[in-house]
């Protein structure tokens, strides 16, 4: 498996109900960001947890993050048609210049 | 304070031409990523560039495919002789590189279709 893998890969929700997407890291990291990209546009920034930080909350998102397990979770609460887009996590490896690794992503549908 | 901006945002090249994708970073920002998506896919790390210098070049090609950032203007990634296999989307990234402010802001990419 490679570094920053998503799961579920699919997820297709209905609008009002909360969405939750895993992301597994092999490495130890500096930090961990979360990005949505809507079909064929770039990459948005949603938010950045440190290595020292377990949670953060921005908006509807909430992030977490579990060093001990390598592992993060996104949490959109309240989902929106407008949510529906790929979540990728990238992780800041550790003695990496800061080089971004990503996920193959999770593709939410939220339906009304 | 405009995003970071590339141009083109889609690039059609015939076999063995050459592709130059345009990356202007953040006001500010010194910092340049280039990464590739192919389709359905994450984006892979390709380069890493500060002003005048190639910081990480691990995810480049060895074969074609060279970047840099001059003093002045933009950062270039170049694609000679392209393929079919390099038809994908080509993502600039920058950030100031700041302790604190690690978050790198992507723009929306060149969508590169090589016939």
């Known amino acids: 498996s490679q570094q920053g893998e998503e799961d579920p890969q699919a997820l297709s929700i209905q609008e009002g109900e909360n969405a939750t997407m895993n992301c597994s890291y092999k490495?130890?990291?500096?930090?961990l960001q979360w990005y949505r990209q809507n079909s064929g546009r770039g990459l948005v920034h949603l938010i950045l947890?440190?290595?020292?930080?377990r949670e953060k909350h921005s908006g509807r998102l909430r992030v977490t993050l579990d060093t001990s397990k390598k592992s993060s979770s996104l949490l959109i609460t309240a989902s929106r048609a407008a949510d529906t887009a790929s979540y990728f996590c990238?992780?800041?490896?550790?003695?990496?210049?800061?080089?971004?690794?990503f996920g193959t992503g999770t593709r939410l549908q939220v339906t009304l | 304070n405009a995003g970071v901006m590339q141009n083109p945002r889609h690039l059609v090249r015939r076999r063995g031409q050459e592709a130059r994708l345009r990356c202007s970073p953040m006001?500010?920002?010194?910092?340049v990523y280039w990464y590739r998506q192919l389709p359905e896919e994450g984006l892979k790390f390709m380069v890493y560039?500060?002003?005048?210098?190639?910081?990480?070049e691990s995810g480049m090609p060895k074969e074609r495919f060279s970047a840099e950032f001059p003093k002045e203007g933009p950062s270039i990634l170049r694609i000679q002789q392209v393929v079919r296999g390099d038809s994908a989307a080509y993502f600039c990234?920058?950030?100031?590189?700041?302790?604190?402010?690690?978050?790198?802001?992507f723009g929306p990419g060149t969508r590169l279709l090589v016939l």
């Open positions: 990234a920058s950030s100031p590189y700041q302790r604190g402010l690690e978050t790198q802001y």
């Open positions: 490495t130890s990291i500096n930090n």
């Open positions: 006001k500010g920002h010194s910092h």
């Open positions: 990238a992780t800041d490896v550790t003695g990496t210049a800061s080089k971004l690794t």
């Open positions: 947890i440190r290595s020292n930080e």
């Open positions: 560039l500060q002003k005048e210098n190639i910081i990480d």
